[in-house]
């Protein structure tokens, strides 16, 4: 997990204990290491991906859109040459 990632998961987990009623929070240490744990296995299980692969394949797609405009406009152009 990258370590910016487990740094949000920290400041959720601290949100979440703060969230807490007072007589509660007396024990936030320990619910904060449960919460931090809860909250990772939970993520791993939905097999999410990172912002940077995510915008990897954005990338990938983008420049296969593009080459695939080109190359229907490459057959068009050559579909119009056999018809004449």
Known sequence: MAQRDKLNLDELAQQLV???P???R???DDLENNFRGLLQSGLQRMDLV?????DLQVAVLERTRARLEALEAELERLEEGLNR
């Open 18 to 20: 703060g969230s807490l």
């Open 22 to 24: 007072e007589s509660i």
């Open 26 to 28: 007396a024990i936030g």
């Open 50 to 54: 990172t912002r940077e692969e995510f």
